[in-house]
């Protein structure tokens, strides 16, 4: 299970974490929880549109869905070994003029990011210890789809995240990982005028895929001009 956050995501995902996720994504392609969300988003987007990927990682959404014929995409995350990974990536797939990567906390670059059709955050709420303000700021940039995978909130979870972060802990590590309530999640996601249409489980995880109704605000249509500061 990988979910952590601050600076010791970055340590966590450094480079040779990095390298051998990516070469395990061009051998076997992307996760099991992400194959679900790719192709939940892929039924119902039909094409076209923007994506904004966060916590993106070497970028196995991005790839995927810009494959799929996604006009652009921007992954912003806070490993730099990651980031390098994804771009290495979107160079051998010729991607590169369509992608935006951007090194950092989400949070911080909220107030300057545009929204965009699509929202994902794969394994990353896990990863944040203040869920509300992440999944606030991130399903308020979503137009049409917001998708998220996050931990199932279960004991056997529980139980396996408590032993990592202890491991962790003792190794110094200041990287942890986080079971934030479901129906917390939802309720935000719903405040914000998406509802819940791709529900998937495995042992572990949840997957979940949100539409913005017909007639709805839509962000990427109705935002302001962008700030300057995140470029």
Known sequence: MQCCHDPGIARHFGAGSAAEELARYRRRGPLPTTRILVNAIRASLDGGGTLLDIGGGIGAV???????GIR????VDISAASLAAAAEEAARRGHTERLRLLAGDFVEFAPGLDGADVVTL????????DMERLVSLSVAKAGRLYGVVYPRDVWWVRLALTVENLIR???GSSFRAFVHPPRAIIALIRRAGLEPNVARRTFT????VCHRPSGGSDPVADRAPSRAGVR
């Open 122 to 129: 794969d394994r990353v709420i896990c990863c944040y210890p």
């Open 205 to 208: 995880w949840e997957v979940v």
């Open 62 to 68: 991005h790839h995927e869905l810009l494959e799929d």
């Open 72 to 75: 652009s995409a921007t992954s």
């Open 169 to 171: 802990q003792l190794h």
